[in-house]
């Protein structure tokens, strides 16, 4: 078959002026090569619910071998999340290394990038507070060792930035 006109409208894209592949399905082959090739994981970092508070979440995107290091880098880090659960409720701990989570199975890895295109999901994110703790050099609070600091912030930022 001889390509003379290849358009993509609304639908997707028509060759020669007959429909070859909807926007989803060229979605999803997309997605399923970058996991592909950028052997995408899921990093899951989740806290369970416990008397008036329903758990913490967030799961990001990551080439496997940075969630790998994501996940020795982030056991025993201290998280404060303040009152998120109500008044005097004072949510923090350190994260355990049973609460990280890499999900290597490639229905769920497409289904989360088919449902957050973005890569992320939480309700609230661990990253954003170790971030604004490393941005206002308070490695104390994440229970880091003085010694420590400088190595933390440079793997934590080539990790997820």
């Avoid at 090569?33 to 994981?41: A, G, L, P």
């Avoid at 071998?65 to 009152?83: D, R």
């Avoid at 190595?151 to 990790?159: A, G």
């Amino acid at each position: 078959m001889e390509i003379k006109k290849l358009e993509i409208d609304a639908q997707g894209l028509l060759v020669n002026g007959v429909l070859k592949w909807t926007l989803e399905e060229m979605t999803e082959m997309v997605n399923e090569n970058r996991i592909k090739n950028k052997d995408e994981v899921i990093l899951k970092i989740e806290w369970e619910s416990n008397r008036n508070f329903d758990g913490a979440y967030e799961y990001t995107l990551l080439p496997k071998a940075k969630a790998i290091k994501a996940k020795e880098l982030l056991t025993g880090i201290n998280v404060h999340f303040g009152e998120i659960a109500g008044k005097h409720s004072d949510i923090y701990g350190d994260i355990e290394e049973d609460e990280i989570t890499i999900v290597t199975d490639l229905g769920e890895i497409k289904e989360f990038k088919r449902t957050y295109p973005d890569g992320l999901d939480y309700n609230h994110s661990f990253l954003g507070v170790i971030s604004d703790y490393i941005h206002m050099s308070e490695f104390e609070s994440l229970g880091v060792e003085e010694e420590d600091e400088e190595s933390f912030k440079q793997q934590f930022e080539e990790i997820f930035n």
